[in-house]
């Protein structure tokens, strides 16, 4: 009698160890629901833009004019077919001389404030990386310019000039590497008006 009692104790007990709780229920489909409710919501979204994919118009430009100034060079870089010069793209910087000019200019303006600023405030990386990308565009830049003139004496001076714009500009550099404040000042001053007179000369 007791060992019938003790085995049915323990299959109730059994029972309702392996009965789900109602809160474990109730929480399985409160779940259920929101991944329900989730599915709903994409497909409404992922519908809703097709609707304004379908209805939104397609703009259309002619843009062939891009690849007059070597907007696509980046794909022909290695055509074997198209000249070194065009495709790095100098080509294309040589004919606008307008583009060319208006380079030079900026770079004069940067060189008269940026670097002169930084100097004065001995931000000597600062200075000497501005000075650094003026120079990259100035060198070529200067000699497209002289390149241009049609006279042979005049295209020589214009030559001289620069290369005496560049010798100041090095040995401004050389000052601002020494962080000598009052050389840097001096140097530049120099630079500047080096610059001038090449600008002058092929403007």
Do not use: C, H
């Not at 049915?8 to 709780?21: E, G």
């Not at 991944?35 to 843009?63: E, M, N, R, Y």
């Not at 501005?130 to 003139?149: C, I, V």
């Amino acid at each position: 009698m007791a060992v019938s009692m003790r085995t049915s104790v323990a299959a109730r007990s059994a029972t309702r160890a392996a009965r789900p709780s109602r809160a474990a229920v109730v929480v399985r489909a409160e779940a259920r629901r929101e991944v329900l409710a989730g599915f709903v919501a994409a497909g409404a979204a992922l519908l809703s833009v097709g609707q304004a994919q379908a209805v939104t118009p397609v703009d259309l430009f002619d843009d062939r004019k891009a690849r007059n100034t070597g907007f696509d060079l980046i794909y022909e870089a290695r055509d074997l077919d198209i000249p070194q010069a065009v495709r790095d793209g100098m080509t294309q910087a040589r004919a606008d001389i307008e583009a060319t000019k208006k380079r030079v200019k900026d770079s004069e303006a940067r060189i008269d404030n940026s670097v002169a600023t930084s100097i004065e405030k001995a931000y000597w990386t600062e200075a000497r990386e501005e000075l650094r990308r003026q120079m990259g565009t100035l060198r070529f830049d200067l000699n497209t310019l002289a390149s241009a003139k049609t006279g042979k004496e005049e295209k020589k001076a214009a030559l001289a000039l620069r290369k005496d714009f560049i010798r100041s500009v090095e040995e401004l550099d050389l000052a601002m590497r020494k962080k000598d404040k009052d050389s840097a000042l001096a140097k530049l001053a120099v630079a500047k008006a080096n610059l001038d007179s090449v600008i002058a000369k092929v403007l």
